[in-house]
C-alpha cells in the first residue's frame, strides 16, 4: 500500500478522470470474492454502517465509504434502500465531503425522523496544516433528489472540555416525552473511552449534559459507534471499545464490539445501571454495529463485516469488506440473542437437501458455493461433532463442536487465500450455556455468518476460497434435521 501517500487518500473523487474510476469498476465488478447477496461497495473501501432508519415504506442504510481504493482516506456516505431487507438498490453516494467542517471525511453518525422526513447526523472529520485533527457534529436530511443537504454551521462545532478530539459517531434518538438526545463515542484527555450525552429540544440545537456514568470508568482507550435503545423493557447501549486485552477465549480480534443491558436510562439523569459487558459476535470480521426500529417494531441490527488495521486478500483488487446480514435482536435469559431476520427466507432459490439424517463418519453431503445450511434437533452420540464448508483437497472452513465442555470452535487456517489478520489467530471460540440444538450458517462467496442455538452465540468471518472449493462433508455420530438451500 505504499502508493497510498496522504494525498492519494484524501482526493476527492469528483478529482479523478472518469474513464480511470470506470475502469475501476469493472476491476472490481470481474474480481474474485464478490458478493452474491451481502451489501458490498462498487469499488474501494466499505466500513461502518450509518443512518439505518426506516421511513414511509423504505428502510435507509448508508455505509462509509472511501471510493479509490481499499484503504481509509476521505470517507463518503453511500447509500442503500430496501422496502424488505433483503433486496437492496444502489443510491448512489449521498453524503459528499466538501465543505469545510468535513473537508477530511464525514465520518460515522445516525438517522432518524422529524418532519416526516429523513434527518442525518454525522461527524465532519478537518484537519489543519499541520495534520491536526478537529471534529464536528452536522446535522442534515435527505433531499428527494438522493443527496443529503448539510445544515451548517455544524450543531456541535467543537469537543468539550476534558476530551480529544476522538469524539464522533453520533446516534440520535427521541424520548417520549419529544425531547431529543444523542449519545456519542468519545476519549477523555487521559486516554481513555467513554460515551457522552447531548440534549435537544429541536434535533438542531444541542446542549452537553455531560458524561454517561458505567461500571467500566476504564475499559479501552476509545468507545466508537455507541447506539443505546431500549428493547424488552431494558435499555441497552451497543459500542465497539477499543484497547481492549484478550481474555481467554474473549476480546481475541484486534478491535471488539458488545452491550451493556440495564434498565431503561431516566434522561436527564445519566446513570446507567447495567449488567456486564458481553460480546456481540465471536467471529473474526465484525465491527461498528448498528440498530433501527422496524415498521413492526423489531429492533434491527446490521455490522461492518470487516475490522479496522486489516488488509484482506480483496484489497489488490481495490475493494474490500461487507456489511452483514441483517439480525433481529430480543433479550432472552439476560442476553441479547440475533437471528437472522425473518425476510432472509426470500433468498432461498433451491432446496438441495432437506430430511431427518444419520451422520456417521466423514460423510459428505452436497457440495454448495453460496447456501444456507440449517441443523435442527440435533442429538449427538458422541462427544464431539465437526464439520466443514467451502471443502476441497487444500482448502476448507471448519467449525467443531465439543458436546462436554459445550465448546464451540470455527478454524479458518485453511479456509483459501491468505488468512486475514493471521498475526491475532486463526480459530475462534465460544462456550455455549446450552448443548448444541440448533444451528444456521450462510456462506457466501467470500463469508460466513453463524447462528448457534437460536440465536445464542453468533460469528461472522471473511473467507477466500477458490471457487472450486464446494464441499460440505460431516463428521461425529449425530442425529439432526438438514436443510440446505443454494443462494446464488
Known amino acids: 500500500m505504499n502508493q497510498w501517500t496522504r494525498e492519494a487518500r484524501y482526493r476527492p473523487l469528483s478529482d479523478v478522470d472518469p474513464s480511470v474510476y470506470q475502469a475501476m469498476k469493472e476491476e472490481v465488478r470481474t474480481s474474485p470474492w464478490r458478493f452474491s447477496y451481502h451489501i458490498q461497495p462498487p469499488t474501494g473501501l466499505l466500513n461502518d454502517p450509518n443512518g439505518f432508519v426506516y421511513h414511509d415504506g423504505l428502510y435507509h442504510l448508508f455505509y462509509q465509504w472511501f471510493p479509490l481504493g481499499p484503504v481509509h482516506g476521505l470517507k463518503y456516505w453511500y447509500h442503500m434502500t430496501s422496502k424488505d431487507l433483503v433486496h437492496w438498490f444502489d443510491e448512489g453516494a449521498a453524503l459528499i465531503p466538501n465543505d469545510d467542517p468535513d473537508s477530511h471525511g464525514a465520518y460515522s453518525g445516525s438517522g432518524f425522523i422529524k418532519d416526516d422526513q429523513v434527518h442525518i447526523m454525522y461527524t465532519g472529520n478537518k484537519r489543519d496544516a499541520d495534520w491536526n485533527r478537529h471534529t464536528s457534529q452536522i446535522v442534515?436530511?435527505?433531499?428527494?433528489?438522493?443527496?443529503?443537504?448539510?445544515?451548517?454551521?455544524?450543531?456541535?462545532?467543537?469537543?468539550?472540555?476534558?476530551?480529544?478530539?476522538?469524539?464522533?459517531?453520533?446516534?440520535?434518538?427521541?424520548?417520549?416525552?419529544?425531547?431529543?438526545?444523542?449519545?456519542?463515542?468519545?476519549?477523555?484527555?487521559?486516554?481513555?473511552?467513554c460515551t457522552v450525552i447531548y440534549q435537544s429540544q429541536d434535533a438542531e440545537h444541542w446542549t452537553f449534559l455531560g458524561e454517561l456514568q458505567t461500571n467500566y470508568p476504564t475499559f479501552g482507550y476509545m468507545w466508537e459507534c455507541p447506539d443505546y435503545?431500549?428493547?424488552?423493557?431494558?435499555?441497552?447501549?451497543?459500542?465497539?471499545?477499543?484497547?481492549?486485552?484478550?481474555?481467554?477465549?474473549?476480546?481475541?480480534?484486534?478491535?471488539?464490539?458488545?452491550?451493556?443491558?440495564?434498565?431503561?436510562?431516566?434522561?436527564?439523569?445519566?446513570?446507567?445501571?447495567?449488567?456486564?459487558?458481553q460480546e456481540l459476535d465471536f467471529g473474526f470480521d465484525f465491527y461498528a454495529p448498528q440498530t433501527t426500529e422496524a415498521a413492526d417494531g423489531r429492533r434491527i441490527l446490521v455490522g461492518w463485516m470487516g475490522l479496522p488495521d486489516i488488509s484482506y486478500p480483496s484489497d489488490i483488487y481495490n475493494w474490500a469488506?461487507?456489511?452483514?446480514?441483517?439480525?433481529?435482536?430480543?433479550?432472552?435469559?439476560?442476553?441479547?440473542?440475533?437471528?437472522?431476520?425473518?425476510?432472509?427466507?426470500?433468498?432461498?432459490?433451491?432446496?438441495?437437501?432437506?430430511?431427518?439424517?444419520?451422520?456417521?463418519?466423514?460423510?459428505?453431503?452436497?457440495?454448495?458455493?453460496?447456501?444456507?445450511?440449517?441443523?435442527?434437533?440435533?442429538?449427538?452420540?458422541?462427544?464431539?461433532?465437526?464439520?466443514?464448508?467451502?471443502?476441497?483437497?487444500?482448502?476448507?472452513?471448519?467449525?467443531?463442536?465439543?458436546a462436554v465442555s459445550r465448546q464451540f470452535t470455527i478454524d479458518r487456517s485453511r479456509s483459501g487465500a491468505e488468512v486475514p489478520a493471521e498475526s491475532f489467530g486463526t480459530s475462534r471460540s465460544t462456550v455455549l450455556t446450552k448443548d448444541l440444538h440448533t444451528l444456521r450458517l450462510f456462506v457466501d462467496r467470500s463469508s460466513f455468518?453463524?447462528?448457534?442455538?437460536?440465536?445464542?452465540?453468533?460469528?461472522?468471518?471473511?473467507?477466500?476460497?477458490?471457487?472450486?472449493?464446494?464441499?460440505?462433508?460431516?463428521?461425529?455420530?449425530?442425529?439432526?434435521?438438514?436443510s440446505l438451500y443454494d443462494l446464488s
Open 140 to 193: 442534515g436530511h435527505l433531499r428527494s433528489d438522493g443527496r443529503i443537504e448539510k445544515h451548517l454551521p455544524p450543531a456541535i462545532p467543537t469537543v468539550p472540555e476534558g476530551y480529544t478530539e476522538h469524539f464522533r459517531d453520533p446516534k440520535v434518538f427521541q424520548v417520549a416525552s419529544g425531547m431529543w438526545y444523542c449519545i456519542i463515542g468519545a476519549q477523555r484527555s487521559d486516554l481513555t473511552g
Open 449 to 482: 455468518e453463524l447462528f448457534l442455538n437460536d440465536g445464542e452465540a453468533v460469528a461472522s468471518g471473511r473467507i477466500f476460497p477458490k471457487g472450486s472449493s464446494r464441499g460440505i462433508e460431516f463428521s461425529g455420530e449425530a442425529a439432526a434435521h438438514l
Open 321 to 402: 469488506h461487507a456489511l452483514t446480514l441483517p439480525r433481529e435482536l430480543s433479550i432472552e435469559h439476560g442476553q441479547l440473542r440475533q437471528r437472522p431476520v425473518r425476510e432472509l427466507t426470500q433468498l432461498r432459490k433451491e432446496t438441495l437437501f432437506d430430511e431427518t439424517i444419520l451422520f456417521e463418519q466423514d460423510v459428505t453431503i452436497a457440495e454448495a458455493e453460496i447456501f444456507e445450511l440449517v441443523l435442527s434437533d440435533l442429538k449427538l452420540t458422541s462427544d464431539s461433532f465437526r464439520f466443514s464448508v467451502r471443502q476441497e483437497a487444500t482448502e476448507q472452513t471448519v467449525f467443531h463442536y465439543d
Open 229 to 277: 435503545f431500549e428493547l424488552d423493557g431494558k435499555g441497552v447501549l451497543l459500542f465497539s471499545p477499543q484497547g481492549i486485552e484478550p481474555d481467554g477465549v474473549n476480546y481475541q480480534n484486534i478491535f471488539q464490539s458488545g452491550y451493556f443491558i440495564g434498565e431503561p436510562l431516566a434522561l436527564p439523569n445519566l446513570e446507567f445501571t447495567h449488567e456486564s459487558f
